[in-house]
């Protein structure tokens, strides 16, 4: 392995953002290790692009896989350089009827499942001096609407997290970026979502019509061009 090659971790890469940065990361030479959910994804991904594309079990709902696949990057390639907390879901429905339940598997997500993976990897790159961690939030994460308070709940907290992560790595060379993706296409909307039907008449004319406008503009978002991925994520 060439000591010039950098080590990218980018959670969620079966789809959407993480797939296409993926991609990109790779046709720059570069090592990408990516998270999946199935095995045979996992197994497809190493076939991708051998010496370079390398895929781990990982669910970011359950902190033991996340450590041990950590551990795991660490063990064969000595370093991480790069982190992309990409992986996270939207769940859909008014905030009084979205259960507890659901409340807190939002924020095992796209809260807790990246607050491990940092973490994990900060001792290393506290070690070596430097690291790029890169949040994937969401506009959702500076703007709450009806239909997605819990979702933005969330996204408010990874902006916060990450605003004063940057600020306590500045002066060990450590970089933290928040990316806040509008609307482009993806599954978000769709596979990717999780929607609670309102059930409430008195939020049929916010909550409702907000969720069918998103289940709409499934897969009809603008396209995000090749272009564009580089520019989010140069530097």
Request: no cysteine; proline share 3%.
């Amino acid at each position: 392995m060439s000591t010039e090659k950098k080590v990218w971790f980018i959670t969620g890469v079966s789809s959407g953002l993480g797939k296409q940065l993926a991609k990109e990361v790779l046709s720059q030479g570069q090592i990408v290790v990516g998270t999946f959910r199935k095995q045979a994804q996992v197994e497809a991904f190493n076939n991708e692009n051998p010496g370079n594309s390398f895929g781990v079990l990982i669910d970011v709902a359950s902190s033991q896989m996340i450590i041990d696949g950590i551990k795991t990057i660490y063990d064969k390639f000595g370093k991480i350089d790069v982190v992309v907390n990409n992986a996270g879901y939207g769940i859909m429905g008014s905030i009084e009827e979205i259960s507890d339940e659901e409340v807190r598997r939002q924020f095992e997500v796209n809260v807790f499942g990246v607050l491990t993976t940092i973490r994990e990897i900060l001792p290393h790159m506290r070690k070596q001096r430097s690291g790029h961690i890169i949040n994937i939030t969401s506009i959702a994460g500076r703007i709450g609407s009806q239909g997605l308070g819990i979702y933005n709940g969330s996204k408010f907290a990874l902006e916060g997290i990450g605003e004063a992560l940057a600020a306590e790595l500045k002066p060990l060379n450590i970089k933290v970026t928040n990316v806040e993706p509008g609307p482009f296409r993806t599954e978000w909307a769709g596979s990717s979502a999780a929607y609670d039907n309102t059930k409430i008449e008195d939020y049929e004319s916010t909550v409702g019509e907000r969720i069918r406008g998103l289940q709409g503009l499934s897969g009809n978002q603008p396209m995000v061009t090749q272009k564009k991925q580089q520019m989010l994520f140069t530097n």
